[in-house]
């Protein structure tokens, strides 16, 4: 799955889209997503001149939005409904990410019901494990002004 098929699933934009390409996918089961981590990416202005590290709660974000896509893919009308990230449990950082890294993203379902997920999910950089947490979800109506 490109980006074009991506944000057709999920509403996020530039510049907090924060996957490019979907590699793996199993219905409501389990997901790999890939992050490609550049230095024009408009948070190392500040996150750290001369030393860039990619902020660790980007990564969480970015494991949050694969398993998004993942879940969100099987609602029929999601046009009217959004999936919000409710919660984080057991995160750890296991190394800084920086420009050039690419984040394969693997998140998988261990509960999903009546719109409320409860996901693990882990980021590697290669081999290397970089960042995991145990993720929640819930959805819930769009909300129209």
């Given at each position: 799955m490109d980006i074009n098929e991506i944000q057709q699933i999920i509403p996020h934009r530039y510049p907090m889209l924060l996957i490019?390409?979907?590699v793996e996918l199993e219905p409501l089961k389990r997901i790999v997503a890939l992050k490609n981590v550049t230095i024009n990416e408009q948070v190392f202005q500040g996150h750290?001149?001369?030393a860039p590290v990619f902020p660790g709660v980007y990564i969480i974000e970015a494991m949050a939005q694969a398993g998004a896509v993942l879940?969100?893919?099987e609602?029929?009308?999601r046009e009217n409904k959004l999936m919000f990230f409710t919660g984080i449990e057991e995160a750890r950082f296991r190394r800084p990410v920086v420009p050039g890294d690419?984040?394969?993203l693997e998140v998988t379902v261990l509960k999903y019901k009546l719109g409320y997920a409860k996901l693990t999910a882990?980021?590697?950089v290669g081999d290397q494990l970089v960042a995991e947490a145990l993720l929640s979800?819930?959805?819930?109506?769009?909300?129209?002004?």
């Open positions: 490019d390409r979907i750290f001149p001369g879940l969100f893919r609602v029929p009308d690419q984040l394969r882990k980021a590697y979800s819930a959805l819930a109506d769009k909300h129209k002004k």
